[in-house]
């Protein structure tokens, strides 16, 4: 399990200070002008390491904020999947004393979340919106879930970016075989660094935090034209059959 530093609630905080001084510069301009001579001949070593600490976290949460842009009506579709989910296990765990067999969210159970997501996004596919809002990867793991060397690299990137907190992945693929399919890409990502759950260290201590959504059995239905050049399979590495397609989004809903 990873630990990861988390600013918290120190965060808002912070950056109001930041802005109201005139940046990380303003800071440390304004702080030699108020100090002491003697203060200030003690300034160095862990001082200045503090200050370059400050500019750094600064610097990483500007980087991160339009990561932030989730929006309400995704939000808000992403928390009732969940929780629809999460009710619908625990109704068949008491029926059956067993987990479910494959631990996803099936179509069933997100209907009636995603028509109303739909009408609130003012879509007629989610899977479109989706692909719009969120930092996403769409991969087509092969026979036996080889992956392409290509579609790799790209998952590296991803899974070695600066993760928040409020940080989760969404695996989302249609088809009889989609468990080992979008079980190859929690491979691949698990391989670069990825964990299924780290630890944070929010003001009040440390926060264990699952990284992924519970996955989604469903068939986003998305034509081969709507998608990216970049998104689209790539023969004769990839076949041209976007059921076979895995999609991979980053959130930071919670």
Same mark, same amino acid.
């Given at each position: 399990?990873?630990?990861?530093?988390?600013?918290?609630?120190?965060? *808002?905080?912070?950056?109001?200070?930041?802005? &109201?001084?005139?940046? %990380?510069?303003?800071? =440390?301009?304004?702080?030699? $002008?108020?100090?002491? %001579?003697?203060?200030? &001949?003690?300034?160095?070593?862990?001082?200045?390491?503090?200050? /370059?600490?400050?500019?750094?976290? %600064?610097?990483?949460?500007?980087?991160?904020?339009?990561?932030?842009? #989730?929006?309400?009506?995704?939000?808000?579709?992403?928390?009732?999947?969940?929780?629809?989910?999460?009710?619908?296990? @625990?109704?068949?765990?008491?029926? *059956?004393? @067993?987990?479910?067999? !494959?631990?996803? #969210?099936?179509?069933?159970?997100?209907?009636? =979340?995603?028509?109303? /997501?739909?009408?609130? +996004? !003012? *879509?007629?596919?989610?899977?479109?919106?989706?692909? $719009?809002?969120?930092?996403? $990867?769409?991969?087509?793991?092969?026979?036996?879930?080889?992956?392409?060397?290509?579609?790799? +690299?790209?998952?590296?990137? +991803? =899974?070695?970016?600066?993760?928040?907190?409020?940080?989760?992945?969404?695996?989302?693929?249609?088809?009889?075989? =989609?468990?080992?399919?979008?079980?190859?890409?929690?491979?691949?990502?698990?391989?670069?660094?990825?964990?299924?759950?780290?630890?944070?260290?929010?003001?009040?201590?440390?926060?264990?935090?699952?990284?992924?959504?519970?996955?989604?059995?469903?068939?986003?239905?998305?034509?081969?034209?709507?998608?990216?050049? %970049?998104?689209?399979?790539?023969?004769?590495?990839?076949?041209?059959?976007?059921?076979?397609?895995?999609?991979?989004?980053?959130?930071?809903?919670?």
């Amino acid at each position: 399990m990873n630990t990861r530093n988390s600013f918290g609630r120190r965060t *808002t905080s912070l950056l109001l200070a930041v802005i &109201a001084l005139g940046g %990380v510069a303003g800071c =440390a301009e304004g702080f030699a $002008e108020q100090s002491s %001579v003697s203060h200030s &001949a003690r300034v160095g070593g862990k001082d200045q390491d503090s200050l /370059a600490s400050l500019i750094e976290r %600064v610097n990483n949460i500007e980087a991160s904020l339009p990561l932030l842009a #989730c929006g309400p009506g995704l939000r808000a579709l992403l928390r009732e999947v969940r929780e629809k989910c999460k009710s619908q296990e @625990a109704e068949a765990q008491s029926q *059956t004393k @067993a987990a479910s067999s !494959d631990g996803m #969210c099936n179509e069933r159970e997100m209907k009636v =979340a995603i028509a109303v /997501a739909e009408r609130d +996004l !003012d *879509t007629k596919r989610i899977g479109l919106k989706l692909l $719009e809002l969120l930092r996403h $990867e769409v991969v087509y793991p092969g026979p036996g879930g080889r992956i392409s060397m290509q579609r790799e +690299l790209r998952l590296k990137v +991803l =899974a070695e970016e600066r993760r928040l907190p409020s940080t989760r992945f969404l695996l989302v693929a249609g088809g009889a075989d =989609a468990t080992r399919r979008m079980e190859a890409v929690s491979e691949v990502l698990r391989k670069h660094g990825m964990p299924y759950q780290e630890t944070v260290l929010e003001s009040d201590g440390p926060k264990s935090i699952d990284r992924f959504e519970r996955p989604w059995h469903y068939s986003l239905g998305i034509p081969l034209s709507k998608l990216k050049p %970049v998104d689209q399979p790539v023969p004769p590495a990839e076949a041209p059959d976007l059921e076979r397609a895995v999609f991979l989004f980053r959130t930071e809903c919670q």
